[in-house]
């Protein structure tokens, strides 16, 4: 089974870090491009960052440059968000998912999901 | 303030088809290809088209997307309860280097 599980959430304050950690099975980890995507308690979709197959290319939304850096391990079919200086609106449920395969950043599998609080 | 402009809510009855639009500019929609989400209370969100006017595996033809200009829409016919849903169009934006939502669109079958 094609499969994304999120892990690495919780409660942290702000100015804090923490690093979520995505584990994939069921498919070839290494093809894809990968993403994060978060949702503000009762709010939209945002779009957080993106890494390329080999990690040789990562983008990542304004408001988490510099602070949020992406990163993946192919060997042990992992993703990982590494978040530092935590601010009150990073607080949502992050989401790893996987671009399809036609290059138009369609994410046609996501985890379940993982909760970050940032709260003092 | 999203950068791609939807509607914040939608309804119909069932049997009817309702669409929903997605407005963006030059830099996303205008130049990139548009794909769409619906999302359920409480589970993650699903790929619903993707391309402009693909359908994934599983996805009912009831679903369709098009795209005009630096528009976008998602028709969905023989509206069906468990349609209810949230959705999202979502693009590339060239000159963000990112990938952009819109702000969903809640849709009520009446």
């Known amino acids: 089974e094609v499969q994304l599980v999120e892990s690495g959430g919780g409660l942290v304050q702000p100015g804090g870090s923490l690093r979520l950690s995505c584990a994939a099975s069921g498919f070839t980890f290494s093809s894809y491009w990968m993403s994060w995507v978060r949702q503000a308690p009762g709010k939209g979709l945002e779009w957080v960052a993106n890494i390329k197959q080999g990690g040789s290319e990562k983008y990542y939304v304004d408001s988490v440059k510099g602070r949020f850096t992406i990163s993946r391990d192919n060997a042990k079919n992992s993703l990982f968000l590494q978040m530092n200086s935590l601010r009150a609106e990073d607080t949502a449920v992050y989401y790893c998912?996987?671009?399809?395969?036609?290059?138009?950043?369609?994410?046609?599998?996501w985890g379940q999901g993982t909760m970050v609080t940032v709260s003092s | 303030q999203s950068v791609l402009t939807q509607p914040p809510s939608a309804s119909g009855t069932p049997g009817q088809r309702v669409t929903i639009s997605c407005s963006g500019s030059?830099?996303?929609?205008?130049?990139?290809?548009v794909n769409w989400y619906h999302q359920f209370p409480g589970t993650a969100p699903k790929l619903l088209i993707y391309s402009n006017n693909q359908r994934p595996s599983g996805v009912p033809d009831r679903f369709s997307g098009s795209k005009s200009g630096t528009s976008a829409s998602l028709a969905i016919s023989g509206l069906q309860s468990e349609d209810e849903a949230d959705y999202y169009c979502a693009a590339w934006d060239d000159s963000l280097n990112a990938v952009v939502f819109g702000g969903g669109t809640k849709l009520t079958v009446l």
């Open positions: 998912a996987r671009d399809n395969l036609y290059g138009d950043d369609a994410f046609d599998i």
């Open positions: 030059s830099s996303n929609i205008g130049s990139n290809v």
